[in-house]
């Protein structure tokens, strides 16, 4: 059964430094992995996806992520973090002969301080 | 982008009534729709999968009588809470996906439904 999972319930970052949040998942198959955004009293937005191709994968609002099978991650990362990135982030997976089902992280709260 | 809206984004009602939650994909026919349960500082609980003209499938320990979905259309799909109870309260969110499985969701801003 597909599992992901996200150990850090928060991170916090200068504005201007990287930021990196992390995501591992476990699955039996080919993975396809995402990243989706939430703000307060919102739905989620989506980032990113991997689904094959190149291990680097660039999204919106500058984030990219980095598919590494050997280690099973898929950590989300900034160059330079903006205090409007502040908000909730969930990593998601979904097996690529499973469906649509899809099985979210419990989130990371990033908080960027000015 | 995608589009999904979903209304109402706030509902606050006594108990014993029933509630619906409309979801609609605006500029892409939705197969797939999934309602998910948010509460407090956690992640998103799925609560059911829908498929335009059949049956919805719903997860272990979701209640199918009390929360109805119907898909009727591939633009809309809908859930209606009966006979609300106050620990029914919670951030229900909707998602609808194009019809490829290595599509993203998209998402509504979600409804907060408070039972008094």
């Known amino acids: 059964a597909q599992s992901v999972a996200q150990p850090e319930d928060q991170v916090n970052v200068a504005e201007g430094n990287p930021l990196t949040v992390k995501c591992t998942y476990s699955?039996?198959?080919?993975?396809?992995l995402f990243w989706y955004v939430q703000y307060p009293n919102r739905g989620l937005q989506f980032l990113l996806k991997?689904?094959?191709?190149?291990?680097l994968v660039k999204g919106s609002y500058g984030f990219e992520a980095e598919f590494n099978k050997s280690q099973t991650s898929f950590h989300l990362k900034k160059p330079s973090a903006l205090v409007s990135d502040s908000a909730l982030y969930f990593c998601a997976v979904r097996e690529e002969t499973g469906g649509f089902k899809t099985i979210f992280g419990a989130g990371t709260r990033l908080f960027v301080k000015a | 982008g995608a589009v999904v809206s979903q209304h109402p984004s706030r509902v606050i009602c006594k108990s014993g009534t029933s509630v619906k939650i409309e979801c609609r994909s605006l500029?892409?026919?939705?197969?797939?729709m999934f309602w998910y349960r948010q509460f407090p500082k956690q992640s998103l609980m799925l609560m059911a999968t829908s498929n335009e003209g059949s049956k919805a499938t719903y997860e272990q320990g979701v209640e199918k009588d009390k929360f109805l979905i119907n898909h009727a259309s591939l633009t809309l799909s809908t859930l209606t809470v009966t006979s609300a109870h106050p620990e029914d309260s919670s951030f229900y969110i909707c998602?609808?996906?194009?019809?490829?499985?290595?599509?993203?969701?998209?998402f509504g801003d979600g409804t907060r439904l408070s039972i008094l």
């Open positions: 699955v039996s198959g080919n993975p396809y």
């Open positions: 998602s609808a996906s194009r019809e490829s499985s290595n599509q993203p969701q998209h």
């Open positions: 500029d892409f026919q939705a197969t797939t």
């Open positions: 991997y689904i094959t191709g190149d291990n």
